[in-house]
């Protein structure tokens, strides 16, 4: 499966922005999909992930209450909803499926990165 993500941006601080990944692939619907972030000079971490039905999602502790994963396989489009961003939310997004449940980025297959810049 190819995914590619967009919709990043520069924001202010407690603004809102939705990333999307979309995916090419006849078994997309079958994958759990999350989205990373790296921040600048740092490793890459886990911010959500999405089970393929839709019914089960995971977050990060700090994005909790303000993100939120959702899917539309019949459009093979994950999307994460960002809202009160913060300036320590900037980093590159990426989004990656893999074929099971895991909050650690060793997913199968991984798109490119959307940049997010949060300012103060």
């Known amino acids: 499966v190819q995914l590619q993500a967009s919709g990043g941006g520069l924001v202010q601080a407690g603004d809102s922005l939705r990333l999307s990944c979309a995916a090419s692939?006849?078994?997309?619907?079958?994958?759990?999909i999350g989205w990373f972030r790296q921040p600048q000079g740092k490793e890459r971490e886990f911010v959500a992930t999405?089970?393929?039905?839709?019914?089960?999602?995971y977050y990060a502790d700090s994005v909790k209450g303000r993100f939120t994963i959702s899917r539309n396989n019949a459009k093979n489009t994950v999307y994460l909803q960002m809202n009160s961003l913060k300036p320590e939310d900037t980093a590159i997004y990426y989004c990656?499926?893999?074929?099971?449940?895991?909050?650690?980025?060793?997913?199968?297959?991984w798109g490119q990165g959307t940049l997010v810049t949060v300012s103060s």
């Open positions: 692939g006849r078994t997309f619907s079958s994958y759990y």
């Open positions: 999405i089970s393929w039905s839709g019914g089960g999602t």
């Open positions: 990656a499926a893999d074929s099971t449940l895991q909050t650690t980025p060793s997913y199968d297959y």
